[in-house]
């Protein structure tokens, strides 16, 4: 969700490789919800990274998390 209109793309990557990106158009009151599977490859232990990319290219939002699989 967000709290001013936003358009962009929306990146996940998983230890800095590039999994995943769509563009988004994202408003006020109305959440964005996605499910994503890891690769069936993907390495037991990681860094996960969500980025919010603006249009112009800036960065509206940058997110980092290590996983572990069970």
């Known amino acids: ?33 996605h499910d994503i599977s890891l690769p069936g490859n993907a390495p037991q232990t990681g860094r996960l990274s969500f980025i919010m990319e603006s249009e112009d290219g800036g960065l509206a939002v940058e997110f980092h998390a290590n996983y572990r699989l069970q």
Do not use: F, K, N
Not at 2 to 21: H, K
């Open 1 to 33: 969700a967000v709290t001013r209109p936003w358009t962009g793309d929306i990146v996940l990557s998983l230890d800095g490789e590039e999994l995943w990106r769509i563009p988004a158009a994202l408003l006020p009151g109305h959440a964005a919800s």
